[in-house]
């Protein structure tokens, strides 16, 4: 066994009291280093040899073995949701559902090792269980991968677990960058599948790089999937969000175009069509003076656009 560098130790004649041996003790680092232990407690994460905790994890119910003592040592919510161990053997297997079983085993070699792997297909379930689990450190970890390989494909699935847990952080950075990459994340799974409430930042947006014609259809695309899966109509579904799109951007022969197909599948209020056309029937913008008539970065130059930022003249 070798001495730290920094310990020097002396021969001493006479020996002093057992207290002042043990007192000096404390202060002397021994040992090869951590790394090869932490190597050994890596061989030992979701193996069945020596552990007395069962997992079944995922949909595809993989059973994942660890040590009780560990877990608990290292995360409370593990120490909550195992206990003391009562009696002898194995207990009935933990059921974790929700969670794939390739972030938890990421989970487990983070608590027995203090490292991850992590990969740009699975850690977003990684920083999800992370968020659930109340491991603050790997959550970090997560989020600063998440950073350095978000792409148009990942992005939007981003969105919303920074939406879903309150990350306000990594939200800024997704909507930051959908607003530079809009027209190809618009067209993604990822769009389709967000909430309402991931969704609205975006529709707020002023920095959209995509026109408003085409965000009208990628927000009838959307409604369309979410009113397939929750069995609702897709003006419901729509209706959280519906009210952030710009009609007034709109030329006359496209607000009329979208009038007469919101008749043959309801989107868009026909009180909020009823406000477009009277920016039109004003030329002055409507009378909110808000979002409905501000545009975007990557609104397409229509001759009407002239006249939306004038103010209404005063009532005589």
């Known amino acids: 066994m070798s001495v730290c560098s920094q310990c020097t130790l002396r021969p001493r004649s006479p020996p002093p009291p057992a207290w002042r041996r043990l007192r000096k003790a404390e202060f002397a680092v021994y040992g090869g280093g951590a790394k090869k232990s932490l190597l050994c407690l890596k061989t030992q994460a979701g193996v069945e040899g020596g552990s007395d905790v069962c997992f079944v994890v995922g949909q595809e119910r993989q059973e994942v073995f660890a040590h009780r003592c560990l877990l608990a040592c290292r995360c409370n919510f593990f120490r909550g949701l195992l206990g003391p161990k009562l ?27 203090n490292s991850v792997r992590l990969h740009r297909h699975s850690v977003l379930e990684v920083l999800t269980a992370a968020v659930e689990y109340g491991l603050e450190e790997l959550r970090e970890l997560c989020l600063e991968f998440v950073v350095k390989v978000m792409d148009v494909e990942m992005v939007c699935e981003a969105l919303q677990v920074a939406v879903t847990f309150g990350l306000g952080a990594l939200q800024e950075r997704c909507v930051a960058f959908i607003e530079a990459h809009s027209r190809e994340a618009l067209r993604t799974r990822g769009f389709l599948e967000l909430s309402a409430p991931a969704l609205l930042p975006l529709l707020r947006s002023d920095r959209l790089c995509v026109d408003e014609a085409e965000l009208v259809l990628a927000a009838r695309s959307w409604a369309r999937v979410g009113a397939a899966v929750l069995e609702r109509p897709v003006a419901e579904v729509a209706a959280p969000v ?19 197909q919101n008749q043959r599948e309801p989107l868009i209020p026909v009180e909020q069509i009823v406000e477009a056309w009277k920016c039109h029937a004003l030329r002055r913008g409507d009378a909110s003076r808000g979002a409905p008539c501000r545009r975007r970065r990557g609104t397409l130059p229509r001759e009407h656009h002239g006249f939306l930022d004038l103010p209404l003249k005063p009532a005589s």
């Not at 710009?246 to 009038?259: D, G, N, T």
Request: no cysteine; hydrophobic share 55%.
């Open 87 to 113: 009696g002898p053997g194995m207990p009935s297997p933990v059921v974790l559902s929700t969670v794939p079983a390739e972030a938890f085993l990421a989970v487990l070699e983070f608590l027995y090792t």
């Open 242 to 260: 519906v009210r952030e799109l710009r009609l007034a951007l709109l030329a006359p022969a496209e607000l009329s175009a979208l009038e007469e």
